[in-house]
């Protein structure tokens, strides 16, 4: 451990504190703090919102051009993507960025990558890339790629982009409230049948 | 219209904590965002880096006045650093 663990311990406290202070904002979100929170972790659960949508066919008809079938997508308000448990380890802290792994909200097992839900960060029209990554080159998790998370500023390819920049402007409320945003509020989960299989497709659409 | 009728007092919520900005309702928005992250120390970043989100979780254009966004009295905002994408 780099930072002395009184020092550790009071930034933990403080994180905690800021979060219980939010709450009312959190749970408007549907995102809980979980009583297996203990130091140095803090445990959140999080909720789907957005409900699965199926593919349907409609078909528009002009005055001169044939008719063409376009795909539009139903809300199926009955089924939505699982919830899922958020474990923020804040070892060293504020030294290093906060930790992030995915649990399952039910047995506490480390999510995996092929079945879990997907996270896109919404940059513009027809740009929406994922932030959620399969294999992180140090953990051989999935990793949530966004500044703030420890396994974004800890990669290879990001080492330019310190934590150090960031941490006067970013703490975990506002990295909590990131991660809801890509995993949770903008992202729709889209059924896509093909031939002899089904996919799961995650739409993003910013809110404006 | 009275001069008070023009100023309401929005709640900008920074890395969990809340700041209130008393605003004149045909201001930009930047304006009151700049004295928000004036006030919470945050002026280290440049204002680009920043987005200001209502407690829907609607982007507000932050050049368009507080009036057109349709903001009132005691609205609560959320004004956070973009974290990009890192991929």
């Known amino acids: ?208 | 219209m009275a001069e008070g009728e023009h100023k309401i007092t929005l709640v900008f919520i920074i890395n969990g904590e809340n700041f209130s900005v008393e605003t004149n309702i045909n201001a930009p928005l930047t304006a009151a965002v700049q004295r928000a992250l004036s006030e919470s120390g945050n002026s280290g970043r440049p204002l680009n880096e920043w987005e200001v989100r209502n407690s829907a979780g609607a982007l507000l254009d932050v050049t368009r006045t507080v009036k057109e966004l349709g903001l009132t009295n005691g609205a609560r905002l959320f004004l956070s650093l973009r974290v990009g994408a890192g991929g």
């Open chain 1, 1 to 208: 451990m780099q930072v002395d663990p009184e020092v550790n311990r009071a930034k933990y406290d403080r994180e905690i504190s800021l979060l219980v202070e939010q709450q009312t904002t959190l749970e408007s979100r549907l995102i809980f703090m979980l009583s297996s929170t203990a130091y140095p972790h803090i445990d959140l659960l999080f909720v789907p919102r957005h409900p699965v949508q199926i593919p349907g066919l409609t078909t528009q008809v002009g005055s001169i051009i044939l008719a063409q079938p376009t795909v539009t997508f139903t809300d199926l308000p009955m089924f939505a993507g699982r919830a899922f448990k958020a474990r923020f380890d804040l070892t060293d802290y504020d030294l290093r960025a906060p930790s992030l792994e995915f649990r399952d909200a039910w047995t506490d097992a480390e999510l995996q990558y092929p079945t879990m839900f997907r996270a896109r960060q919404f940059e513009g029209p027809g740009r929406a890339p994922d932030v959620l990554l399969a294999d992180h080159p140090t953990t051989h998790k999935p990793f949530l790629c966004l500044r703030g998370i420890r396994e974004y500023h800890e990669h290879p390819q990001h080492s330019g982009d310190e934590w150090l920049l960031y941490r006067e402007t970013l703490n975990l409320f506002s990295i909590v409230m990131s991660l809801w945003r890509v995993s949770v509020d903008l992202v729709h989960p889209q059924l896509n049948f093909q031939m002899n299989r089904m996919q799961v497709q995650w739409a993003a659409e910013e809110k404006l």
